[in-house]
């Protein structure tokens, strides 16, 4: 199969536009849970407004969220697929700029040191892309994550030390989900990393706060941690919007990576609400949007 | 617990009234504003020719779609997506959109701290806590985009909404130094301590 860069320019403003209005199946059957679990009469009612906006948007056809957030696309190659890839990148870029200027939305992007807007979505190492391979013969899978800010303003990286334990691990996870409150749109996905150098911890946090719910980390020390740290953040009390309640987050996710003696890295990222994802897989027989 | 409808603008004995818990829906009109506006504004000394006395902010950069000027859209902007951001990032600014441009009410999302709830106290103020993320919602709840300044700023620009029914809202800090984040924050630290113990991680 050969990739034609046109094409993917069209899929990659094809997902933006789908990511911002329509939420994950598993994000909506999240909500359903929380709503079973939820008592507090603030945090029913805070819950029952987003599941409301979820229907309004879909009738609207209009976007979840104002925030288009931070593009990112994740694109995993299988194998005999025959590609150009600077042509890909650029495609994935124009495709980015298209959704932009075409639907409109709002370009939420800027410069961080002048402020400049180009009114595109990108920018300097904006839209975020990461290329991975797997196993699958002729099939490409792109995945598109319009990262808000308010959750993505709660990200931490911690570098402990090995003396400090796994205790200290969970300590911050905890101390960090109290210090956002209703910062980052509870009920959130609070995203993980455990080891790695400083940079894959982080990118392990991200990988884990955008990774589908009901999915269990791979690693099984990992797994064991995401099901106490998923209890555990539900019972401190913030609730939906940090107003109380039981819902403060759908899950604890965590993704694992071998670290070095000396170290013990952990990284949180938050993940909102709306826990937007858009994906598109391409093979011979055509393009299937999930 | 009281319902409250505001035709805004208001003035402060209607700005004292509400409660920490009330509930409200705003009437008429509405400012957006937020970070570059703000800092452009008290940072680097630009002035609104916007009269926002007595008037209520909410903390959004909108979508909207650039339209010929019309009696629908008397701004040229036609209103597509319309959410909010969260507050906590424009804490320092709120004593001076109440002193020097007489703002009453401060409508985000996830609280805001210690100085705010002061300014609210001092001058008679309260913010009201919409819910995150439902900006399709919220949306159905403006009717148009009646004018906008500091434009250069797009899409964090000062933004007039004509607004319908926008809410309900929760008064979620008020000027009589209530603020429901600060007593679910008092609550969630009284937890920490055996949430900590039951995972194994005590201190």
């Known amino acids: 199969m050969e990739l034609d860069p046109h094409e993917i320019g069209e899929v990659c403003k094809t997902l933006y536009i789908r990511a911002v209005k329509l939420l994950p199946r598993d994000v909506k059957e999240g909500f359903t849970e929380l709503q079973r679990r939820e008592t507090d009469a603030t945090g029913r009612a805070i819950l029952g407004t987003m599941v409301e906006n979820i229907a309004v948007a879909e009738r609207t056809r209009n976007l979840l969220c104002q925030d288009t957030g931070i593009p990112i696309y994740n694109i995993t190659i299988g194998k005999n697929v025959v590609f150009d890839g600077v042509a890909l990148k650029a495609a994935i870029r124009r495709g980015c700029e298209r959704a932009t200027r075409e639907h409109p939305l709002r370009s939420s992007v800027v410069h961080p040191i002048t402020r400049q807007n180009e009114q595109t979505s990108c920018g300097p190492g904006v839209p975020i892309i990461h290329v991975d391979f797997d196993e699958r013969e002729e099939t490409v899978e792109i995945e598109m994550i319009p990262k808000g800010s308010g959750s993505e303003n709660g990200s931490f990286l911690q570098m402990l030390i090995p003396a400090d334990g796994v205790k200290a691990v969970k300590r911050f996870v905890i101390d960090k989900v109290i210090e956002l409150g209703g910062r980052v749109c509870p009920p959130t ?102 | 617990m009281t319902h409250h409808t505001l035709h805004l603008p208001i003035g402060e004995k209607e700005a004292r009234a509400l409660k920490a818990g009330d509930t409200v829906t705003l009437e008429r009109t509405l400012f957006g504003i937020r970070d570059a506006t703000l800092i452009h504004m008290f940072d680097r000394g630009r002035r609104t020719r916007l009269d926002l006395k007595g008037h209520a902010v909410i903390h959004t950069a909108p979508n909207v779609r650039k339209v010929d000027v019309s009696p629908e859209c008397p701004s040229g902007y036609e209103p597509i997506c319309i959410g909010t951001t969260t507050s906590m990032r424009m804490e320092r600014f709120t004593q001076g959109l109440m002193q020097r441009e007489g703002v009453r009410l401060i409508i985000g999302k996830g609280g805001m701290g210690e100085r705010t709830l002061e300014a609210f106290r001092e001058m008679g103020g309260a913010y009201l806590a919409i819910v995150g993320g439902a900006a399709a919602l919220e949306t159905t709840w403006i009717e148009a985009i009646e004018d906008v300044d500091l434009d250069d700023l797009n899409p964090e620009s000062l933004w007039r909404f004509r607004i319908k029914g926008f809410g309900p809202l929760l008064v979620g800090m008020d000027s009589h130094g209530g603020s429901l984040f600060a007593t679910v924050a008092k609550d969630v630290a009284a937890r920490r301590a055996a949430v900590l113990e039951k995972i194994g991680a005590g201190e």
């Open chain 1, 189 to 290: 996905i609070v995203g993980v990393g455990i080891g790695g150098t400083s940079d894959l911890c982080v990118h392990l946090a991200k990988r884990a706060a955008t990774r589908p719910l009901r999915t269990v980390c791979p690693d099984p020390e990992g797994a064991k941690i995401e099901a106490e740290l998923s209890e555990a953040v539900n019972e401190l009390g913030i609730g939906p919007q940090g107003l109380g309640g039981r819902s403060t987050s759908f899950a604890v996710h965590v993704e694992v990576a071998a670290t070095h003696i000396t170290m013990n890295p952990v990284a949180v990222n938050i993940q909102c609400h709306s826990a937007r994802r858009a994906t598109a897989r391409i093979t011979p027989g055509g393009i299937a949007f999930g």
